[in-house]
Nanobody, 123 residues
Framework: QVQLAESGGGLVQTGGFLRLSCVVS????????MGWFRQTPGKEREFVGD???????RYADSVKGRFTISRDNVKNTVYLQMNSLKPEDTAVYYC?????????????????WGQGTQVTVSS
């Protein structure tokens, strides 16, 4: 069984920054592609970005240039650095794990999910 635990959410003003962390336990971290998603009430959970074991990243157009995903394969942790935050970035942010070698970003592509952490950006 794999457990994912996010932290680092909070309240920040427009233009500010936050760094989210997601610690993975239970299985070999290298076996997984790691992703970040976000969800607001009444909307479907949306893809923010992901990172392969080797560090290749992809981002949604809405966050490209502002958000950066990285991973520490020794600490079994993936990070989401969020800069230049906007009120529309307000959401619950989730990390997720997908099997090594897969590339899909749809929700069904991800085997494990964290419990989520709230990010609120005030205007």
């Amino acid at each position: 069984q794999v457990q994912l635990a996010e932290s680092g959410g909070g309240l920040v003003q427009t233009g500010g920054f936050l760094r989210l962390s997601c610690v993975v336990s239970g299985r070999t971290f290298s076996a997984y592609r790691m992703g970040w998603f976000r969800q607001t009430p009444g909307k479907e959970r949306e893809f923010v970005g992901d990172i392969s074991f080797s560090g290749i990243t992809r981002y949604a157009d809405s966050v490209k240039g502002r958000f950066t995903i990285s991973r520490d394969n020794v600490k079994n942790t993936v990070y989401l650095q969020m800069n230049s935050l906007k009120p529309e970035d307000t959401a619950v942010y989730y990390c997720a794990a997908a099997p090594f070698g897969t590339t899909g970003v749809g929700l069904n592509s991800w085997n494990y999910w964290g419990q989520g952490t709230q990010v609120t950006v005030s205007s």
